[in-house]
């Protein structure tokens, strides 16, 4: 059974950082794209940024171009998605998903394990 558990959601100010961490079990993590989702309050979910199956190749979201950076260990299992200059509308739950793929894709999908969700709070 696959599991994703993410973890660093938090409380920040604008402008702050903070990075999210997200540990997958129950298949090889090494095989498969890996990304990002977010769900802010009365939205739709939406694509934040997804990393392919060696790391080699990222993507995302025009809106975190320059201050999200996503990166993998498959040594460790483990997705990260650090934040920096955060806003205000960065405000949402955030999902780590495991993707069907060796490459990143941005739609619902394209990947085919979802974690549970943190919640990241800006305030302004």
């Known amino acids: 059974q696959v599991q994703l558990v993410e973890s660093g959601g938090g409380l920040v100010q604008a402008g702050g950082p903070l990075r999210l961490s997200c540990a997958a079990s129950?298949?090889?993590?090494?095989?498969?794209?890996m990304g990002w989702f977010r769900q802010a309050p009365g939205k739709e979910r939406a694509f934040v940024a997804g990393i392919s199956y060696g790391g080699g190749t990222t993507d995302y979201v025009d809106s975190v171009k320059g201050r999200f950076t996503i990166s993998r260990d498959n040594a460790k299992n483990t997705v990260y998605l650090q934040m920096d200059s955060l806003k205000p509308e960065d405000t949402a739950v955030y999902y780590c998903?495991?993707?069907?793929?060796?490459?990143?894709?941005?739609?619902?999908?394209?990947?085919?394990?979802w974690g549970q969700g943190t919640q990241v709070t800006v305030s302004s």
């Open positions: 998903v495991d993707g069907r793929n060796r490459w990143p894709g941005r739609d619902d999908d394209d990947y085919a394990y």
């Open positions: 129950g298949r090889t993590f090494s095989n498969n794209a």
